[in-house]
């Protein structure tokens, strides 16, 4: 981690290393996929009722965006066991072969934050490297950051959250930072995908990115993907 790094904010300090991950009591190794697609917001490129903070694109209530594989531009990766996390490096280096990827994720674990939002002091980003950034808050916060601002002239047509240390699946996901990622996505009108990993011995991060990006790859095989899922 010893590259430049870059304030985004004024103030902003040195960002400190990623801390330890919540560790799992399962016997074996498999990927859990969040899948938000919901009807949400419509978004197009004309500015307009509801614009996006200062960009071109506009978003309103109602269906969201309509992206197919051919119109795939940008995807934003975010997680919650933060910037320095393996399975986010991993998966990023994978879902670059089909579009660009702009990371901008938590400086440090955000586990179990939910779907929350930091309200009560300024938040700070820095710029990591071309195409990564580290945010002093939660995961919402940086989906935030992302469409509502670093990115709010080219907005991304995807997000992928992960992968996450740890399954989330049935309750876990009212907790999930990961989850709570895509469900802002998705009230923001950009399809979201969450993927998670169970950790057990022998568990794999470089197999799953794998497996996650066919899973994004088939999508973009479709002819549009779904809205409303």
Not at 48 to 53: F, R
Not at 127 to 148: H, I, M, S
Not at 187 to 205: D, N, R
Request: glycine share 12%; proline share 4%; net charge negative.
């Amino acid at each position: 981690e010893g590259k430049q790094r870059q304030s985004a904010a004024v103030g902003a300090g040195a960002l400190p290393g990623r801390r330890g991950g919540r560790a799992r009591a399962d016997t074996g190794a498999g990927l859990s996929v969040s899948f938000l697609l919901w009807k949400s917001f419509a978004c197009d490129s004309t500015a307009g009722e509801g614009t996006w903070g200062g960009g071109s694109g506009s978003c309103r209530r109602g269906n969201a965006r309509r992206i197919t594989g051919e119109s795939l531009k940008r995807i934003l990766v975010t997680n919650d066991d933060g910037v320095y996390s393996e399975g986010i490096r991993l998966l990023a280096r994978e879902l670059a072969r089909f579009a660009e990827v702009v990371v901008v994720s938590p400086d440090r674990e955000q586990s179990a934050t939910g779907h929350s939002l930091t309200l009560t002091r300024p938040l700070r980003m820095q710029k990591l490297e071309e195409g990564w950034y580290a945010v002093d808050g939660t995961p919402t916060d940086c989906v935030n950051l992302a469409v509502l601002w670093l990115l709010r002239e080219t907005p991304p047509d995807l997000i992928v959250s992960g992968i996450n240390f740890g399954l989330n699946v049935g309750d876990d996901v009212t907790y999930s930072g990961t989850v709570s990622a895509t469900f802002e996505g998705s009230l923001l009108g950009v399809p979201s995908i969450a993927f998670s990993q169970e950790i057990a011995e022998g568990f794999s991060f470089a197999r799953s990115c794998v497996l996650a990006a066919s899973f994004v790859e088939s999508l973009l095989r479709e002819p549009e993907l779904p809205t409303d899922l």
